[in-house]
Nanobody
């Protein structure tokens, strides 16, 4: 079992930066691929970024590529999403998710979810 808790959301002006954190419970963290998804009001949940259980193959949605960076710290059982050059269209609730080993673009393939953290980017 994996339990996830996101933090680090907030209000930032366009062009600013935030770093989201997702703290995972237990030793199982190292065996799971981790993903970040986001959902804005009136929109479906969309893929943002993912990283494999081994820390390889970081993958990004085209909309955030070059601006966001996903990483994980096994010693801290934490995955991060560094968000730079934020745009108003990045405003959403950001969710951390976990699945066994391999990354996926699809939210339905993730077994565990955090509660989400709100990111609001003002113009």
């Amino acid at each position: 079992q994996v339990q996830l808790v996101e933090s680090g959301g907030g209000l930032v002006q366009a062009g600013g930066s935030l770093r989201l954190s997702c703290a995972a419970s237990g030793r199982t963290f190292s065996g799971y691929a981790m993903g970040w998804f986001r959902q804005a009001p009136g929109k479906e949940r969309e893929f943002v970024a993912a990283i494999s259980g081994t820390g390889g193959s970081p993958t990004y949605a085209d909309s955030v590529k070059g601006r966001f960076t996903i990483s994980r710290d096994y010693a801290k059982n934490t995955v991060y999403l560094q968000m730079n050059s934020l745009k108003p269209e990045d405003t959403a609730v950001y969710y951390c998710a976990a699945r066994a080993w391999a990354i996926s673009y699809y939210s339905s393939n993730y077994n565990y979810w955090g509660q989400g953290t709100q990111v609001t980017v003002s113009s």
